[in-house]
C-alpha cells in the first residue's frame, strides 16, 4: 500500500509565504514523478507543479515566479515553496505521485491553503 501525505497547509495574508510537503511511503519501487494540484472553491482541480525523477518541472503560469516545488529522492518527498501569495491561491492543495508500479497514481487527502486580502 502507498500513501502520500500532505502537511504545512494554513492561513496566512496577501504577500506572506507557505512551504508545503508531501511524503509517500509504502511499497514504492520507483517515482515517475510528483508534484501538486490544487482546487479553489466551485472550480476544478487544477494543475501547480510537477517534478521528474529526472528532476524537470513543469509550472503553472499562474504561479511562475512565485511557487517553487523542489524533491529529496532519498526521502521520496516533495516540496512547494509558495511565496507572494494571493487570495487566487486559496484552494486545497494535494499531493500527487507518479508511481512506476501499481498503483500508479496515488493522491494525498489534502491540506487547505487560505490566503486573505
Known amino acids: 500500500q502507498v500513501q502520500v501525505v500532505e502537511s504545512g497547509g494554513g492561513f496566512v495574508q496577501a504577500g506572506g509565504s507557505l512551504r508545503l510537503s508531501c511524503a509517500a511511503s509504502?511499497?514504492?519501487?520507483?517515482?515517475?514523478?510528483m508534484g501538486w494540484y490544487r482546487q479553489p472553491p466551485g472550480k476544478q482541480r487544477e494543475l501547480v507543479a510537477l517534478?521528474?525523477?529526472?528532476?524537470?518541472?513543469n509550472t503553472a503560469n499562474s504561479v511562475k515566479g512565485r511557487f517553487t516545488i523542489s524533491r529529496d529522492i532519498a526521502k521520496n518527498m516533495v516540496y512547494l515553496q509558495m511565496n507572494s501569495l494571493k487570495p487566487e491561491d486559496t484552494a486545497v492543495y494535494y499531493c500527487?505521485?507518479?508511481?512506476?508500479?501499481?498503483?500508479?497514481?496515488?493522491w494525498g487527502q489534502g491540506t487547505q491553503v487560505t490566503v486573505s486580502s
Open positions: 509504502g511499497s514504492i519501487f520507483g517515482i515517475n514523478a
Open positions: 517534478i521528474t525523477s529526472t528532476g524537470s518541472t
Open positions: 500527487y505521485a507518479d508511481l512506476i508500479r501499481a498503483p500508479y497514481n496515488v
